[in-house]
C-alpha cells in the first residue's frame, strides 16, 4: 500500500492535490488491508471516484462528512483515504447519551487513585497532525457536535474543559516566541490535522436529522450510495470465490434477495432490519466461499440474530423474501460426532485444525451432551470459525450459549479469556484491570488485550447489559481491527507496519489467532438489555441460539437424569413446551429456560423421593408473589399432572414448608 509522508501531507494541503489523485490511480490494483479479504474501494469507479472527491476537499483544507445507510462501507472509505495519505487514524465512537465533553476531555483515573483530565481521540488527533475519526455521529444529542467542536473545526482553536487552550498554526507561529504560550497551557492544532464525521442517513419523517444548518456549515458531506448491481456482485464473487459459479448461482440468490428487501423496506420501515447491507452481503459471500450450496446458511449468518426474533409478521415476511429469491433452508446433516483426525477437529463433513495451547490450563472443559440440534449450531460455529469471523450467539437466557461457545473452544484446544459486562462496565475498566500489590493499586491489561495480544479468544458474555460507548469498543475491534487504548497505546493488526516499526510500546499487534464470541440476550422484554445486533451485531457471524426441539430436549433430560422415569422426564419437557408458547404469546413474563428444566430433572435425579409439587417448587415458587402471572400458570401445570388440589398448589408455591417436621441423620 502506498502512503504519504507528513510533508507530502502538507504539501496537498497548499493545493497539489493532483498528486493524490495521480496516487489514487496507481492504488487501485494493491492488496486490501491487513490479513483479512476485505473489499478495495479503489477497485470499483463509484467509490474511486467518491475518494477521488474526497482527496480534493483534504487539499482545500475541508474536513469531511461521510452519509450513507448502515453498512454501506463509510469505515472501508475512510481507512482507503487514510492509507492513500499515510494518516494515523483516532477513532471516537459516539452513542446517544454522549456529553458535550466527551468529545474533548474526560475525567480519568490515575495509578495513584487522583483523578485528571485525559484528551479524547479527536484532542489528540489534532495536536499529533492525525486523522480523527467520529463513527455514529447521528446518535449524539442534537446540537452538541456544533456547540462542542466549531471552533475547532472552523478556526483551528478550542477552549479544552481543563483550562487549556488549542491554538491555531499561524497564532502559534505569531505569538509563541520564547515560550510564552506554552507556559499558559497552550497546544498548537498541527497543520495535517483533519475530522472525519461518519452518520447515518437520516430515516424518512425527520426531516434532515443531524445534518442542520449548523453542523452543514463545518464539513463537506459526501454521500455513500449503495454500490451499483453490477459492483455488488463483482464484490460478492471476489467474496465468494469458486463458489460464484455453483450450479445453482447462490450469489445472483443472494443480490436477489437484496434487492426485494430494499423495495419492501421503501414501503415499510419497520422492515428494515431484513434489508441485506453491504458488509451483510460480504459476510454472506465469504460463507459461501467455505459451504457454495448453503445459501440459506450464509443468510443466517449475515442476520439470523435479528430474524429469528423479529415479530411474527415480519418474520413471516421475510421468510416469503427469501423463498421468492430461491433461498430455502439447507437439508441438515445428521449423526454429526466430533472427532480428531491428523491434528484437526472434525464435526461432520467440516474440518478445522487443531491448535497447540501455551496455556491448557486456560482451554475451557465443560460436561456437554451432544444433542442433534446442538451439534449442528457447533458446525455451523466451527464454518465461521474457518472463514476467520468473530461470531455472536443470541438467545434466551439459559439456552446454553456458554456450553456451546465453551464446547467449541475445548474441541479447538483454544485458550480462553473471559469478560462478563454489566451496567457499570467503562471503556477504561475493560480494557485495564486494577490490581492490588504490596499494598499499593496498579493496572494491568485486561482479559481483552491479554486475548488479543496473544492469540487467544476473548468471550464477551451479558454483551447486552453493556452500555453503548462499550459495546462500539468491540465493533471498532472486530470490523476495524484497529483499537485506540485510553492510556494512549493502540491496538492495530499484525499486518500494520506501525506495529514492527517506531514506538512498540505504542503500538500493540494484533496476533494472528485472536478471535471474539459474543454472548447476547435476545433484545426486548423481558430481559431489558441493549439491541446489541442493532448497534454492531451485523459485524459478528449471527447464530441464533433457540430452545432445543423435543428429540434433542429428551436426550438432554435422558444424560441429565439416566435414573429418572421416562414419562416423568416426558412430562415435564412438555410442561416447558406449553409455557414458552404461552410466553410467546404474551401470557406469562418469563420465558422458562433449558436451564430450569435441565436444574428439574437434576433435582429429580438426587432426590427420588421429592413429590412433582417439591421438584416443580425450585422453579415456580416465586411466582407466587405475581397474582397476575399465579393463575395462568397453575393452569399449565395442571394441564401436565403438576399443583394438583389445594394442598398441591401449597407445596408448589412453598406455602406448606413450615409445617414439615424435619431432623438431621448423622451417617
Partial sequence: MQHFSPGEKLKAQTGDWRAARHGLNTVATQSSFGDRPAWVPMSFRSQASLLSDL????????????????????????????????????????????????????????????????????VEAAICGDLAILDGVHRLAKGSLYATLAPLLSDRACALPDGTLLCSPRFWE???????????????????????????????????????????????????????????????????????????????????YGQAAKAAVSKDADLRPLQLSLRALLRASRHLCLRPEDAAGAIARAFSARLTFLPSSQRQLGEKLLAEAGIRPSPRETNITASEVA???????????????????????????????????????????????????????????????????????????????????????????????????????????????????????????APLEVVCVLKALAEDGELSLPDGRALVRSSDPRASAGDSDEFLPIADGFRMIVLANRPGFPFLGNDFYRVCGDVFDCHAVEYLDKESELELLRQTAPLVPQEKLAALSDLFLDLRKLSDAGQLSYPYSTRDLVKLAAHAQHFPGDSSEELAANVFGFDAYQEDQRDRLLKALRRHGFAKGKAGEAELFGESRGRKHLRLIQR
Fill in 55 to 122: 482527496m480534493a476537499d483534504h487539499a482545500a483544507g475541508a474536513d469531511l462528512a461521510l452519509v450513507g445507510e448502515k453498512g454501506s462501507g463509510k469505515s472501508a472509505i475512510v481507512r482507503a483515504f487514510a492509507a492513500l495519505l499515510g494518516y494515523r487514524t483516532r477513532s471516537l465512537f459516539c452513542y446517544r447519551d454522549m456529553s458535550s465533553r466527551d468529545l474533548l476531555q474526560r475525567r480519568m483515573t490515575d495509578p495513584l487513585g487522583n483523578t485528571e483530565w485525559r484528551d479524547s481521540s479527536v
Fill in 343 to 465: 491434528g484437526q477437529l472434525q464435526l461432520g463433513s467440516v474440518r478445522c485444525q487443531l491448535r497447540t495451547p501455551n496455556r491448557p490450563e486456560l482451554v475451557p472443559q465443560v460436561h456437554f451432551v451432544e444433542t442433534p440440534a446442538h451439534m449442528t449450531l457447533l458446525q455451523s460455529m466451527l464454518v465461521s470459525w474457518i472463514a476467520g469471523q468473530h461470531l455472536l450467539l443470541v438467545g434466551n437466557q439459559g439456552v446454553g450459549k456458554n456450553k456451546l461457545a465453551d464446547q467449541l473452544l475445548g474441541l479447538l484446544r483454544c485458550e480462553r479469556e473471559y469478560v462478563q459486562l454489566h451496567r457499570d462496565t467503562t471503556v477504561q475498566s475493560l480494557t485495564l484491570s486494577p490490581t492490588l500489590e504490596a499494598g499499593v493499586v496498579g493496572w494491568q491489561d485486561s482479559a481483552l488485550i491479554r486475548a488479543a495480544r496473544a492469540g487467544r479468544c476473548l468471550v464477551v458474555d451479558e454483551a447486552d447489559k
Fill in 174 to 256: 505569531k505569538w509563541s516566541e520564547g515560550g510564552s504560550l506554552a507556559a499558559l497551557g497552550a497546544r498548537q492544532v498541527h497543520p495535517a490535522f483533519r475530522l472525519i464525521v461518519c452518520g447515518e442517513t437520516p430515516e424518512s419523517g425527520q426531516s434532515r436529522g443531524w445534518i442542520d444548518e449548523e453542523v452543514g456549515t463545518l464539513f463537506h458531506f459526501h454521500a455513500v450510495a449503495a454500490l451499483p448491481s453490477h459492483e455488488q456482485r463483482s464484490l460478492a464473487v471476489l467474496c465468494a470465490a469458486t463458489a460464484a459459479e455453483a450450479k445453482d448461482k447462490p450469489v445472483d440468490k443472494l443480490l436477489a
